[in-house]
């Protein structure tokens, strides 16, 4: 019976394979190599090494699903957005397996696929508004009954989770440096009083650059002074603060219009544990739903890419082999 779908993801510097039984509604496997350890003493991807990851890894967790083969339906892969030399790798091996397997492919688009990963093992709970919180995007979503998806507002530099990394490299914490800047917050106070960002701009954008260049000069004077490694948790709080009240500015502008009866945070950084206690704060306010997903399904990974794929797949919707091609960048970017 072929009654898998095979996940694949490769987008950025994480090797990535699972499998989702569309007849259980369940993901039965699932298993990634991530590159954190090779990147972080650059202080982020370096995009020729994580090419060269992934054409190593995404074999490796082939082999480890060989026996589940012939039962796979079809095969959903990350084809956009991403690093391009990342998404190759993971579209070339879904074009061989899907040649070989004579099975249809289906081309996924990450953001979607981090918007499933709030239902990996339920039906989809359309409409609903979506923090799409990650290290390449930082987006309100608003998606319709019919899960048409309209961008309510989006960065216009770095992303959220960007910035984190950002930071954590100026003060040499390496990459990615979401959880460990997090984590020194949480030991410090916000003795800095950075200033948020387009707190007073009616323009419902995000921009985190100019925070980026406070810390930036903060370190530097902290440094001067012989005093950066007693700073590093009020650095980190000042700094974490900052871009969570410049998220929860806009989000609260927007909310309070579309006023949502569900709303869903998603991306690697929807792990922070400081925003998830907003966003569940303005959803009390509302008396919205709120969903996050499993905190190993935040960051990416294919569980979400075959969940969204299955979508696709109910609806026939499959790709030529040969048309399907790779996007850095996709129509909500
Ligand atoms: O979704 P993801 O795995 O990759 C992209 O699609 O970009 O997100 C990774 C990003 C990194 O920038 C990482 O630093 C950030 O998510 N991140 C966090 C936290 N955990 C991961 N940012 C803030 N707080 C966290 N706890
Ligand atoms: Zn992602």
Redesign the pocket.
Known sequence: MKDLILGIES??D?SSVALFDTVNFKIIHHEKISQELEHSKFGGVVPELAARLHTAALPKLAENILEFLPRVAAVAVTNEPGLSVSLIGGVSMAKALSLALEIPIIGVN?LIG?IYSLFLEDAAQFPMGILL?????TMILDISNSGEIAVLAKTSDD????S??KVAKMLNLGY????V??NLAREGEDKFHFTVPLLHDKRLEFSFSGLKNQVRLTIAKCAEDGKLEANLSDISCSFQTAAIAHIMDKLKRIYAEKKWAKFGVV???S???A?RSEIQNLAQIYGSALYFAPLEY???NAAMIARAGFEKYKNGEFDEISALKINPKCKFD
């Open positions: 987008s950025c994480d990450h981090h919180v990650s290290g390449g995007h992303s959220f989770g960007e984190f990394d990615p440096g979401g959880k800047i997090e991306g690697g950084a792990a922070n544990l925003l935040c960051s990416d």
